[in-house]
């Protein structure tokens, strides 16, 4: 029942995720890619607790990780704000004060 | 059989929806395919049995992230300038490095079994109050942090 | 008392703490320094006082060091009656030392640093007397050595006194290198350091060994000793302030090559090649030192020979096995040579001059000044009943017995030795002046020492027996032979410099030819050394650094330097700043690292 389709799907939708957010030059974009990755390691946190029978454990860390996903998104769109406010800018290739 | 099929449905479903998310120009495409994309994970949760998980996904996320997401595109909504996506060369080796972590995830996870639960315990509710206390009271923190954050955020910036 | 005796490791701690808080509150005692200083000497006197009345074996302390595995060096303090006796002859000295130079040093800017030199070096001299074993020796000899080095070049911006600091630095650690080696073989043929299992390491270490651990070990001592051939360190030591060349290059310092010969005696013993080496070179020096100091214009500099000349009777006396002989001599020594030293400090202090061309006639001036000073002069010369006399006969005797030859040799320098120190007395003391300051006598803080010293150095032969019983042999009754014949030749060398010298310096010494020249000019040592010796190492070491340094280690280095930067180059691309790079940075360490993982645990 879990092993290959579900592993595969959660793994393929990660790597979808994992390439928006490194090729995305939108910084709103880029947060709703890292959504899809978080989305995909609870996908496949759920299908293991489907296996395991242990159906409230798995529940419980999936809720737990819908919580911080809903945090981060908040902090990350608040951070998104206000870089635009004080920068003007919402694209990550200007972004760039931390070279090296 | 029924059931299989589902899955894959709910399945290329949610692969559309974050196919859509990281290739679309418009930013309402994303926001639909955003959407699409959680509602599909929702759906699978469902197919897991487990109702309440899929219900907090559609509030949550689809309610409230996808909301959120929603408003900041259109007040910052600048689309149609500048690229898309990140110079051909870096491109082709984040396609790469995405590809190479999907293969190296799904050769992890093909052949783990969970261990079999000691205790099934079905009831969400026992479990949070539960054994996972410390980390439910954890979250109402992190939530609690997140939200002083965000307004300490955006509103020292209109400050200053 | 009892207290000090059964903790003889406070004469080290003493002082050093003494040392520390003169640095740190010297500023604030201004003057007053001094007096807390001399809390360090003081604690050396009352330790050995204590440990003269205590046992005289035992009571040592030892701790284990430098633990590795199951082997380690025992470190520890020995209080026997050598240590005693040494502990009462560094603190006497070092005392009247200190005292003499709150007058000398009053004007100078660095009298703190001074004194906290003159603490520093108590501790380290109290260190190398009580030792029990060959590695805190060592520690504490490199110590005297470090303290010497700074004292030397106390004045450091007069580039003489500097360059006489280097000098006197290398050529005694030429002889610590032997010394170093003979102690790490020491360790490696018996795997013990202590003193107490000396006695017992010949046998294990073979004849052949034996020879080669003495001979290092006495590289050591000729270097710290100045003997014959790195004797020509200690002439130069004399840019040190005077009081400073009467402590560490005249009483105390100096005589720690007699002093470890001593304490190896049984090493020594054990080998008739290294006894030997021994007491041809301190009958070589004897002599050749001797000569020097009769054709020596500077009053410090004919002391400093005749100190190199005097460890040289030591180390002929040691040579023949006699050590407690080596040692009465070396505490009668360290009594008159420091009066002798000081006097000199003192006649330096109311002239403003070193040559003894620019003295004369200042008993009349100083009467205090040269009263002390003959008594220190005729103890050296080893007129009866002063403490030379006594000292010098144990030892001529001892040396008679061993080796006629060495006895003959020490006889001539005796002869010659009352003769450099008739001339400098009567050079420096009577006639009329012929300088130009307006001496006068010093104050009471420098003649008190020096009237103190003369004590000793008048009535200290009499301690003799007491001093050899301390040191556990018998005492031997005066060999009247020996005696007279010694007292004549004496008397016959200063008779003869007293006559020559009467008119004032002799003419033509100031422009010297010939045999005087070479004599004043120490034989060219030093600049046979300069040609022979420092001359081919400077240029083996400059091509060694053109070779070594410049073409390999520098091109090495700026080799990796350059690679670094360009590494560092390349590296910086990697930091362009856009967070996205980073991110697929990360992403692709971890895809490798995961599937290096998978790959290995196949």
């Not at chain 2, 500048?82 to 050769?107: E, I, T």
């Not at chain 3, 004399?238 to 310092?253: D, F, Q, W």
Request: glycine share 12%; charged share 10%; proline share 4%.
């Amino acid at each position: 029942m879990t092993g290959m389709p579900v592993t595969l799907l959660s793994a393929a939708l990660f790597g979808l995720g994992l390439y928006g957010t490194l090729t995305r030059r939108d910084l709103v974009a880029v947060l709703a890619c890292v959504e899809i990755m978080l989305g995909a390691a609870s996908l496949q946190l759920v299908a293991f607790a489907r296996a395991a029978n242990a159906l409230g454990n798995g529940e419980a860390l999936a809720l737990v990780l819908v919580v911080l996903a809903a945090a981060e998104a908040a902090v990350g769109l608040g951070l998104v704000l206000a870089t635009v406010k004080r920068t003007g800018k919402s694209r990550v290739e200007e972004l760039t004060e931390v070279s090296g | 059989m029924s059931a299989t099929v589902t899955f894959w449905l709910l399945g290329a479903f949610a692969l559309a929806g974050a196919a859509a998310v990281v290739f679309s120009r418009d930013a309402l495409r994303l926001v639909v395919g955003l959407g699409a994309f959680l509602l599909a994970v929702a759906g699978l949760y469902l197919y897991y049995g487990m109702g309440f998980l899929a219900a907090a996904q559609v509030f949550v996320y689809v309610g409230g992230v996808l909301v959120l997401v929603l408003f900041a595109l259109l007040l910052l909504s600048r689309d149609g300038r500048g690229r898309l996506l990140a110079p051909g060369g870096f491109d082709l080796a984040a396609a790469a490095v995405a590809a190479g972590m999907a293969a190296v995830l799904a050769l992890t996870l093909r052949d783990f079994r969970p261990p079999g639960a000691q205790a099934a315990q079905a009831d969400l509710g026992a479990t949070l109050l539960g054994p996972m206390l410390p980390a439910f009271e954890l979250l109402g923190v992190l939530l609690l942090a997140a939200l002083v954050a965000t307004l300490v955020i955006v509103g020292g910036g209109e400050r200053k | 008392m009892t207290a000090l005796a059964a903790q003889p490791w406070l004469a080290v701690a003493v002082p050093l703490a003494v040392a520390l808080l003169v640095v740190v509150a010297g500023r604030a005692l201004g003057a007053g320094v001094a007096w807390l200083a001399m809390v360090a000497p003081a604690s050396l006197l009352a330790t050995g006082i204590a440990l003269l009345g205590g046992p005289h074996s035992g009571n040592a302390l030892s701790i284990p060091w430098l633990v590795q595995g199951d082997t380690s060096i025992r470190v520890g303090v020995l209080g026997d009656g050598l240590a005693a006796l040494m502990l009462v002859v560094v603190g006497v000295v070092a005392l009247m030392v200190m005292m003499f130079s709150i007058g000398y040093m009053a004007d100078d800017p660095g009298y703190t640093r001074y004194f906290a030199l003159l603490a520093l070096f108590s501790a380290a001299m109290a260190g190398l007397v009580l030792a029990a074993d060959l590695v805190a020796l060592l520690v504490a000899w490199e110590l005297v050595g470090a303290c010497s080095y700074l004292l030397i070049g106390f004045w450091y911006r007069k580039p003489s006194a500097a360059a006489a600091a280097i000098k006197a630095f290398l050529v005694t650690h030429v002889g610590d290198a032997g010394m170093l080696l003979g102690i790490a073989l020491f360790f490696v043929a018996t795997g013990d350091v202590s003193l107490a299992g000396l006695r017992s390491a010949p046998a294990a270490l073979g004849t052949g060994l034996t020879t080669v651990v003495a001979l290092l070990l006495l590289l050591g001592a000729i270097g710290k000793s100045a003997q014959f051939p790195l004797h020509f360190w200690l002439p130069d030591a004399m840019e040190g302030p005077t009081p400073v060349s009467a402590l560490i290059h005249a009483a105390t310092m100096v005589a720690a090559g007699v002093f470890l010969i001593a304490r190896l005696e049984p090493l020594f013993q054990a080998s008739a090649t290294a006894s030997g080496v021994v007491l041809a070179v301190g009958a070589f020096t004897a002599l050749m030192a001797a000569t020097i100091a009769i054709a020596q214009s500077d009053i410090k500099k004919v002391l400093a020979y005749s100190t190199i000349s005097q460890l040289g009777f030591m180390f002929a006396a040691l040579g023949v096995g006699a050590w407690q002989a080596a040692i009465f001599h070396l505490v009668t020594h360290a009594s008159f040579k420091a009066l002798l030293f000081l006097g000199a400090g003192s006649v330096i202090h109311g002239t403003g001059s070193q040559e003894l061309s620019d003295m004369g006639g200042l008993a009349k001036k100083m009467p205090l000044t040269a009263v002390t000073w003959i008594a220190g002069a005729l103890a050296l010369a080893g007129i009866p009943p002063l403490a030379g006399f006594f000292s010098k006969d144990v030892v001529v005797a001892a040396v008679l017995r061993g080796s006629p030859l060495a006895g003959l040799t020490l006889l001539l320098a005796s002869l010659l030795t009352a003769f450099y120190i008739a001339r400098a007395t009567r050079l420096a003391f009577f006639g009329t002046y012929r300088g130009v300051a307006h001496p006068h006598e010093s104050r009471w803080m420098m003649t008190g020492p020096l009237t103190v010293l003369a004590v000793g150095a008048v009535f200290l032969g009499a301690a003799g027996p007491a001093i050899e019983r301390l040191l556990l042999t018998e005492p031997e009754p005066i060999e009247l032979g020996v005696a007279v014949v010694a007292v004549l030749l004496a008397v016959a060398g200063g008779v003869f410099a007293w006559w020559r010298y009467a008119g004032g310096p002799v003419p033509a010494e100031a422009a010297p030819v010939g045999l005087w020249a070479a004599l004043k000019g120490g034989y060219g040592y030093d600049g046979a050394i300069r040609r022979w010796v420092v001359r081919p190492v400077m240029a083996f070491a400059g091509g060694a650094y053109e070779l070594g340094d410049r073409a390999t280690v520098d091109g090495a280095a700026e080799g990796i330097g350059r690679l670094a930067r360009r590494l560092g180059g390349l590296l910086a691309l990697l930091q362009n700043g856009d967070a996205q790079w980073y991110a697929a940075l990360i992403g692709a360490a971890t895809v490798l690292l995961v599937a290096a993982a998978l790959w290995a645990g196949r």
